[in-house]
């Protein structure tokens, strides 16, 4: 050990010295690690923002196909009536109908 290692010892410089390296290393692994959050942060942002679209998009188609299978259901009630009204009108010879003998089933 020389003289020069030895009154780095004793005054700290070296200590002082192994420090500020540390600290710079250190200082700057979290700066990057500051930046890589601040990324995440904002494609988080981004995602929440899509997904909420997605979602809003998902309720309309939904209530679309509802409204549509109500009106679906609606007309298959209508045409079981007409059946059955086109098969008593055959059954009794009130208003005869062409095709009587073909009846809609449900």
């Known amino acids: ?6 009154t780095g010892r004793l005054s700290g410089r070296t200590v002082e010295e192994k420090l500020a390296q540390y600290s ?7 700066l990057g690690m500051h930046r890589d959050l601040e990324q995440f942060r904002g494609a988080v942002t981004e ?3 899509n997904i909420g679209a997605a979602l809003g998009h998902i309720a309309d188609v939904d209530a679309n196909v509802t409204r549509k ?9 209508q045409a079981r009536e007409y059946s059955e009204r086109a098969s008593r009108s ?3 010879g ?4 062409a095709g009587c003998s073909q009846r809609l089933e449900g």
């Not at 050990?1 to 030895?6: R, T």
């Not at 299978?69 to 009630?77: P, T």
């Open 1 to 6: 050990m020389g003289l020069k290692d030895f």
């Open 90 to 92: 055959c059954e009794t």
């Open 24 to 30: 710079e290393v250190y200082g700057e692994v979290l």
């Open 94 to 97: 009130w208003r005869p109908i």
């Open 47 to 49: 995602h929440n923002k």
């Open 69 to 77: 299978s109500e009106g679906l259901n609606l007309a298959l009630v």
